[in-house]
């Protein structure tokens, strides 16, 4: 983690009153652990880095970049890649921000595993609120989903609700990297129509009958 990233992780801990032995206990690290990642020392794993920010009631964003809301428009829509905002994790696994600015909604990230990394050090699953939406670039990435496993190549993609106890494990013997995207749960429901759902309620609005026949024959629903 970058300092800047380090001293936002320590102010919301000491913003919650928590101490580091009580933070630790309750994310499920040793208390050396967490003093040596806060410290820069050490790097969290994919999994412990969401259960700090979950148990501490804070955004990835909001660590990333200190910023727990935006509402100013960014300076530009592009992000270089040597302006991405970076985490780096235990295992190696690399987090790239897509977006220029942090966004309540979602998290756009580039993510790359390299050769036997894994989400956890201790190799456990783990879980936290919205949905995850995966397309692998490039590489193989071994994915462990409730009691099913799922290996993703190049150009598979993947979604889950992301409370669903998962873990990523590259098991072979070059980088894997892909495009993922968490969004917060309440998005995620207020997004979950199906297109077929979407045309038909736009063509009911328009007063379009064959677009409404077309969206009935599509999803199978009698109207």
């Known amino acids: 983690m970058e300092p800047d990233a380090r001293a936002r992780l320590k102010a919301a801990r000491v913003a919650a009153k928590l101490s580091v032995r009580e933070l630790s206990r309750r994310v499920g690290i040793s208390a050396s652990m967490l003093s040596q990642i806060e410290n820069g020392r050490a790097q969290p794993s994919v999994a412990t880095l969401y259960s700090l920010v979950s148990t501490l009631s804070i955004s990835l964003d909001e660590l ?22 970076v985490l780096v ?3 190696g696994v690399t987090w790239e921000r897509l977006t220029p600015g942090p966004d309540p909604l979602v998290d756009a990230l580039l993510v790359t595993y390299p050769p036997g990394s894994t989400s956890s050090s201790g190799g456990g699953l783990m879980r936290h609120t919205g949905h995850e939406y995966g397309f692998l670039l490039s590489g193989r990435l071994t994915v462990h989903l409730g009691f099913d496993t799922f290996v993703l190549e190049a150009g598979s993609s993947i979604n889950f609700d992301s409370a669903t ?7 072979s013997s070059e980088a894997a990297q892909g495009i993922w995207h968490v969004v917060e749960q309440n998005t995620a429901d207020a997004t979950s129509q199906t297109f077929a759902q979407r045309r038909y309620s736009a063509a009911e609005e328009n007063g379009d009958v064959h677009e409404r026949v077309d969206a009935a024959d599509t999803t199978g629903v009698k109207y």
């Not at 100013?72 to 992000?79: G, I």
């Open 89 to 91: 994790m235990d295992t």
């Open 64 to 85: 990333l970049t200190g910023n727990a809301t935006r509402t100013e428009r960014p300076a530009a829509p592009v992000v270089t890649p040597d302006k991405r905002a």
């Open 165 to 171: 106890p998962h873990a990523y494990v590259n098991e």
